[in-house]
Nanobody, 129 residues
Framework: QVQLDESGGGLVQAGGSLRLSCAASGRTSRSDAMGWFRQAPGKEREFVAATSWSRGNIYYGYYAESVKGRFTISRDNAKNTVDLQMNSLKPEDTAVYYC???????????????????WGQGTQVTVSS
């Protein structure tokens, strides 16, 4: 059983930055794939970013086209956290952001909701124009 708790959401102006953090507890492993999704009001939940593994400052990140070049995912296995650094924010980025975990993924990463077994409760990000 894994519990995920997001934090760091808030209100920022367009062009600004925000850093989200997801803390994991329970039976977690560095082999887990971790991801970030978001859901705007009235819209489907969509993929934002994912990472399969990290060691120190080395990790592999994968991004949706809408956030590529602006967002960076990182992971600290010692602390069981995964972060999402969001730069050059746009009003279109406004959504509830969720972190997710897929156990025993090895070097794999996933971009679909079905691949993830555990989800956090979400944190609100609002970007004003």
């Amino acid at each position: 059983q894994v519990q995920l708790d997001e934090s760091g959401g808030g209100l920022v102006q367009a062009g600004g930055s925000l850093r989200l953090s997801c803390a994991a507890s329970g039976r977690t492993s560095r082999s887990d794939a971790m991801g970030w999704f978001r859901q705007a009001p009235g819209k489907e939940r969509e993929f934002v970013a994912a990472t399969s593994w990290s060691r120190g400052n080395i990790y592999y990140g994968y991004y949706a086209e809408s956030v590529k070049g602006r967002f960076t995912i990182s992971r600290d296995n010692a602390k069981n956290t995964v972060d999402l650094q969001m730069n050059s924010l746009k009003p279109e980025d406004t959504a509830v952001y969720y972190c997710a975990a897929a156990p025993n993924a090895g070097g794999s990463y996933y971009t679909t909701e079905a691949a993830y077994d555990y989800w956090g409760q979400g944190t609100q990000v609002t970007v004003s124009s």
